[in-house]
């Protein structure tokens, strides 16, 4: 007899799907494709230094000399020919929402990112396409040093030693191919410096919106926590769909001082016609904490693993993650762990589901090198199958490379255990609530580590309509 | 150059785990064939040649040459050209036979021989093979290469038991496809223990309606030796089962490779897999790689897997070191306890006793 299934919704998007008619002449846009000479025309525009624009074209190079993963989801119907690599609204970047035009501005109030701002962060940076247009950091978050500003203002201001001594040390264009295109083409996102011993209370947020149909965007995030220092950064990212292939191949360099605290938290909920293909990665000084949280709900296709390098002694790391994976979907999400230091940890808790044909993989990889004494590491992944037409895989790979550490890995993939159904049941709960019970469980541990309303957000994209059994 | 034991769901290049290049010059001399100590009744033993022979109980091997083995495409191609003929094992249907057969492969210094292997149980008939692979001499080199392809009938059921005790110069690649159809049980009970490079490809293919799979693998890595092992259990039938527990430990400059994969595919409804790794790591300049997969194309199933890779750990260091062992002692104690876990599993006093010889000379300070 086929069992009866779960019902769970598709994520909502019509919050993300709509789109404000937009003038053509309000937009600057280079033609379509990768050529040095659409290199040169995105530095100029954005009048790079010498050193950038050198940087650009030798990525470049880099970009046609890789090959594109032999390891993951499909991505042949991504040709770069056809993406448009740079799309800038005509107008500045503005410290207040008043300035900003009114059909940008509109859809970031849509977004909510305003209210936000006002009720719960102490910085935001907007991203409209392939330049930033709002960006603003409250007066008391300035007084305490910090500095939080559009990576462009950086690189042509008074911080341009700093990035240039950081961008693209730790994400180097040689690192894969898409690392080289970003590095060829980037432009947009923040940077964030905090000075030793200050703690930001509430978190800085930069919100990415690509508009463009066919466009590609390329943001890069540069934070630099110093000794003793504590942050949470928030990232969201979404998009209209489109019938055409859109690009996100973003970069976040993260650096974690001495005893320094960075928690960075991402929703990303592109379309699905998106192709995500970002690179972010973290290196940890001494004592040093990172957090990751990571949800993805959106794109067609996803490569998305968060490194870590937990380079000092005593420095941890926890990742946490949620992976839904829905029609038209094959989300590749996970993260990289490299022990160097000694007395290191890191725990990578997951879980996944995946319906209507969707594919969610989990891939990992611990890195325990001879250096890393007395390290520990743990990882933890589950995934939800709601449907058989939908594929989850598990992937976690493990290097040691000392007998003085301890590793510990564990990975479940099914439906909900008949047996969790009967304990419920036998305390007086009816079988169709003990279902629902489980399954809201099931995404807890994620939600919790998200800001409230992320949390509040995400659990109203797993609303249940309990059926019979998952499975 | 041969590529072999390739994952089927490859991942990040860097970490050099998803095939491995075996570049070494492969001579063989034919020296070392299988001796086969005990063919009880109910078991008919011949070679190829035996084939398409009118009356032959041998023939119709057509089920067995379609199974996919483990180490993959290029090492079947250097199996079939390296070996001419395949030792041709049967049992007949209904047979429940609780002797083992015993191959014995004798491996001198340098001798080098590659054979095949083919295992037909037909349906109903239960079956124990032993292979053990050993050199009289501790330090002896050479090249042994084994490819055992099985096809167990409905019902059927074998136990496959493989000890390596080949001496530390040897390199040995151990190539193993199993098919099993409704109802039949496979049951490997492996020991890596000896030669200095080995490699092992297991493809288990559980095809029927409740067929199923058990597998426990120890090994023991000591100086510079290198293991690589490929495990992939495909569940193709319904209700189709299988648990797979490798234990083993790491000394030395050893390295070791573990993959594992489950595969639900679809249609297997109510399958359930499971997978468990524990390596001790016994000095700082081991490398071990471990990729526990799990592929899931159904959702009516079950998969899991855990691993746990480490030293002994503080707790039964001290419980040891109270009752009058030292750290070397009690590491040594736990490692053979380890491996005595799966050599129990053995069918054989016999081979308990080389097994056993075999690793106080591994141990000898």
Redesign the interface.
């Known amino acids: 007899m086929e069992?009866e299934?779960t019902q769970v919704d598709d994520i909502d998007r019509s919050l993300y799907d709509f789109r404000y008619e937009e003038k053509d002449e309000d937009f600057y846009r280079v033609k379509e494709g990768l050529t040095p000479e659409i290199v040169r025309e995105i530095s100029r525009e954005k009048n790079d230094p010498d050193w950038m624009l050198d940087f650009r074209l030798k990525s470049l190079e880099i970009y046609d000399s890789l090959k594109v993963p032999?390891?993951g989801p499909d991505i042949s119907g991504l040709n770069m020919d056809d993406i448009v690599t740079y799309v800038r609204h005509k107008t500045k970047m503005q410290a207040t929402w008043d300035e900003v035009p009114q059909d940008i501005k509109d859809t970031f109030e849509k977004l909510g990112i305003p209210e936000a701002e006002r009720t719960s962060l102490a910085g935001v940076g907007a991203q409209y396409d392939s330049e930033l247009v709002y960006h603003n950091v409250k007066e008391e978050v300035l007084a305490q040093g910090v500095i939080y500003t559009d990576m462009e203002s950086a690189l042509n201001g008074e911080y341009e030693d700093m990035v240039r001594e950081h961008f693209m040390k730790l994400v180097p264009p040689t690192d894969h191919k898409f690392a080289a295109l970003h590095g060829a083409v980037w432009s947009g996102g923040s940077f964030v410096y905090v000075p030793p011993g200050v703690k930001v209370e509430i978190p800085l947020q930069s919100y990415f919106r690509l508009n463009a149909a066919g466009a590609g965007q390329f943001e890069h995030t540069l934070i630099i926590v110093s000794e003793g220092a504590d942050l949470h950064f928030i990232e969201g990212c979404s998009a209209p769909k489109y019938n055409v292939a859109n690009l996100h191949a973003g970069c976040v360099e993260l650096f974690v001082g001495k005893n320094a605290r960075l928690r960075y938290s991402t929703i990303e909920n592109w379309s699905k016609n998106m192709y995500n293909l970002n690179t972010k990665r973290a290196l940890c000084e001494e004592g040093s904490t990172m957090e990751w949280v990571s949800g993805s709900f959106g794109s067609h296709v996803s490569y998305l693993y968060p490194m870590t390098i937990l380079k000092g002694n005593d420095s941890h790391c926890e990742f946490t993650g949620i992976t839904f994976a829905g029609a038209g979907q094959n989300l590749d999400t996970g993260a990289k762990m490299v022990h160097v230091g000694e007395r290191t940890s890191s725990f990578i808790n997951t879980k996944s589901i995946s319906k209507s044909g969707g594919e969610s993989t989990y891939?990992s990889?611990v890195?325990i090198q001879?250096t890393a004494k007395d390290s520990k590491a743990s990882v933890s992944c589950t995934?939800l199958?709601?449907?058989?037409r939908?594929?989850?895989?598990?992937?976690?790979?493990?290097?040691?490379?000392?007998?003085?550490?301890?590793?510990?890995?564990?990975?479940?993939?099914?439906?909900i255990s008949d047996d969790a159904v009967f304990y419920l049941m036998s305390r007086g709960i009816s079988e169709e609530d003990a279902k629902a019970m489980i399954v809201s469980g099931f995404a807890d541990n994620v939600s919790k580590e998200l800001p409230l309303e992320y949390a509040v957000e995400m659990n109203n994209l797993i609303q249940l309509e309990m059926k019979g059994a998952?499975? | 150059m041969m590529r072999i034991n390739k994952i089927k769901s490859p991942t990040w290049n860097f970490l050099k785990i998803n095939d491995t290049c075996y570049d070494e010059k492969i001579t063989l001399n034919g020296s070392g064939r299988a001796v086969v100590e005990k063919i009880p009744a109910g078991v008919i033993i011949g070679n190829e040649s035996c084939e398409g022979c009118k009356g032959c109980d041998i023939a119709d091997t057509g089920s067995v040459r379609a199974v996919k083995c483990g180490m993959g495409e290029e090492a079947d191609a250097f199996f079939l050209k390296a070996s001419k003929e395949s030792l041709m094992i049967r049992a007949k249907a209904g047979r429940r036979i609780t002797e083992p057969v015993n191959i014995r492969y004798i491996m001198e210094n340098g001798d080098s021989n590659a054979d095949r292997v083919e295992i037909i149980a037909e349906e109903g008939s239960e079956l124990v093979v032993i292979m053990d692979y050993s050199s009289i001499k501790y330090s002896a080199g050479g090249f042994l290469g084994i490819q055992t392809r099985i096809h167990l009938a409905k019902g059927a059921r074998l136990h496959l038991v493989k000890v390596n005790l080949l001496g530390t110069g040897f390199t040995c690649m151990d190539d193993i496809g199993v098919a099993a159809e409704d109802d039949a049980g496979f049951e490997l009970t492996k020991l890596e223990l000896g030669s200095g490079k080995c490699y092992t490809g297991v493809m288990v293919d559980l095809k029927g309606r409740k067929s199923s799979f058990k597998g426990d693998v120890g090994y023991l890595c000591l100086e510079d030796k290198l293991l690589d092992m490929n495990y992939h259990i495909s569940h193709h039938g319904r209700k189709t089962v299988s648990d797979l527990q490798v234990k083993g430990a790491l000394r030395d400059d050893s390295q070791k490779t573990f993959k594992g994969v489950i595969d639900l595919i679809h249609g297997g409804k109510q399958a359930s897999g499971n997978e468990l790794e524990d390596v001790l790591l016994l000095s700082d300049n081991v490398v071990n790689k471990t990729l526990p997969v799990i592929l899931c194309d159904e959702d009516d199933v079950e998969g899991a897997h855990g691993a746990t890779i480490g030293r002994l750990s503080s707790d039964m260091k001290f419980y040891m070191q109270t009752r009058g062992f030292t750290e070397h002692e009690a590491e040594l104690t736990v490692t053979k306890a380890k491996l005595n876990s799966v050599r129990n599993l053995i069918p054989d006093d016999n081979i308990h006793g080389r097994i056993q010889y075999f690793m106080e000379e591994a141990f000898k300070e």
């Open positions: 069992k299934r032999d390891w891939r990889a890195v001879n995934s199958m709601l449907d058989d939908s594929r989850s895989d598990t992937i976690p790979a493990m290097d040691i490379r000392t007998n003085q550490a301890d590793v510990g890995h564990e990975a479940k993939i099914g439906r998952i499975g």
